[in-house]
Nanobody
């Protein structure tokens, strides 16, 4: 059974940092694109960042570009999202997802999802 588990969320003040992790079990996603999405209360799930399996290509939403960095360690079957200069509007549940996708920004393209981790940024 494939399982993605996010960790690293929490409460942080504006301007602070958090590093989220997405660990896979039951599947080696070294050939997958892995994406991070987030969903705030009352809002739709939105794309945050994605990384291809070779890590040669990374993609970011405009709202996080320059503040967030996505990386992966295929040996550990883990993808990370380093979040710096956090803002209150970054508050959301963050999900990681994996699949062999081309349209990395489209949540519907991903087959495997984690349960999410809450990130709360206080002002």
């Amino acid at each position: 059974q494939v399982q993605l588990v996010e960790s690293g969320g929490g409460l942080v003040q504006a301007g602070g940092s958090l590093r989220l992790s997405c660990a896979a079990s039951g599947r080696t996603f070294s050939s997958d694109t892995v994406g991070w999405f987030r969903q705030a209360p009352g809002k739709e799930r939105e794309f945050v960042a994605a990384i291809t399996w070779t890590a040669k290509n990374t993609y970011y939403a405009d709202s996080v570009k320059g503040r967030f960095t996505i990386s992966r360690d295929n040996a550990k079957n883990t993808v990370y999202l380093q979040m710096n200069s956090l803002k209150p509007e970054d508050t959301a549940v963050y999900y990681c997802a994996a699949n062999n996708v081309v349209n990395y920004y489209d949540a519907a393209a991903y087959h495997y999802w984690g349960q999410g981790t809450q990130v709360t940024v206080s002002s």
